[in-house]
């Protein structure tokens, strides 16, 4: 009998939620993604180091030897995420997510320039727009960045996504794919309320499966991606839906399970259903942000968390570089 995992591969792109490109070898997935939790997560193990070391090394160089540490430090940030982007290309068949600097979350000129970096990086290696998702935080902000680079020709990936207002937003702005975080928003009822939550009762299950029968049953072509997932039976409830992006924790779970897995998103019922649409300007983005108190505080906090990943990353490579010179100071 297949497993689970084959089982949902079956019906849903499965993706790899993760830095760890020995993991993206192992479960082979179609795309994977990264965060900034998980890209400094990565750059702290020991088989990373010569990536790490290599993008120092040219940040150096690019910066010029009368640069600080931190200088340096900071221009290699900024390639950092797509250096191991690149890496993963090398091993999956389709996209990769490499995500703007979340500390931009809330201003779209600012957000649309990293994205025109992040995607001549890649360019620069010889990879094309459709191998690549920019990700972007769903604030009002980042959707209207998104809108613009999607003209363009540039796909995105709208993180941090709780709340129905977003993904409305991030539709009407024809963004690629959206990526909603179940786990998280189980993580805030059971917070709120005491109880705990499981199979089809789970506010994050819930939450994907009104954005998916919204979007199918309107033609929206906009992708639903579940992500952020604290069990399987989060995963198997939302089976059918167009991506989900696990951890490796999780795929060998499913790898592991036998068992007949159902389909529980799909579309074509979802074409079926009774649903009023919601149209979407920034006031009622803003309305409906602010009733929300889950999305509201979700948001918030994921990205204050994302960016204070990003400052502790730029204190490893700043660490890390002093490290790497200091044989070439002894000299």
Known sequence: MA????????????????????????????????????????????EYQPIVDGVLQQARKDAGSSASDEEVAALAFKTLAVAFGKKILDIVPGRVSTEVDARLSYDTEKTIAAAHDIIAQYHAAGISNDRVLIKIASTWEGIKAAEVLEKE??????????????????????????????????????????????????????????????????????????????????????????????APKLLAELEAEQGTLDKKLDAEKAKTLSIEKIPMDKATFDKMHATDRMAHDKLKEGIEGFSKALEELEKTLAKRLSEISEPAVAK
């Open 153 to 246: 020709g540039i796909h995105c990936n709208l993180t941090l996504l709780f709340g129905l207002h977003q993904a409305i937003a991030c539709a009407e702005a024809k963004v690629t794919l959206i990526s909603p975080f179940v786990g998280r928003i189980l993580d805030w009822y059971k917070k709120d309320t005491g109880k705990d939550y499981t199979g089809a009762d789970d506010p994050g299950v819930q939450s994907v499966t009104t954005i998916f029968n919204y979007y199918k049953h309107f033609g929206y072509k906009t992708q639903v991606m579940g992500a952020s997932f604290r069990n399987t039976g989060e995963i198997k409830e939302l089976a059918g839906s167009d991506l989900l992006t696990i």
């Open 3 to 46: 497993t689970i995992l084959e089982q949902l591969r079956g019906m849903t792109t499965v993706v790899a939620d993760t830095g760890d490109i020995n993991s993206i070898k192992q479960f082979k997935p179609t795309d994977s993604t990264t965060n900034p939790s998980l890209i400094q997560a990565a750059a702290g193990m020991p």
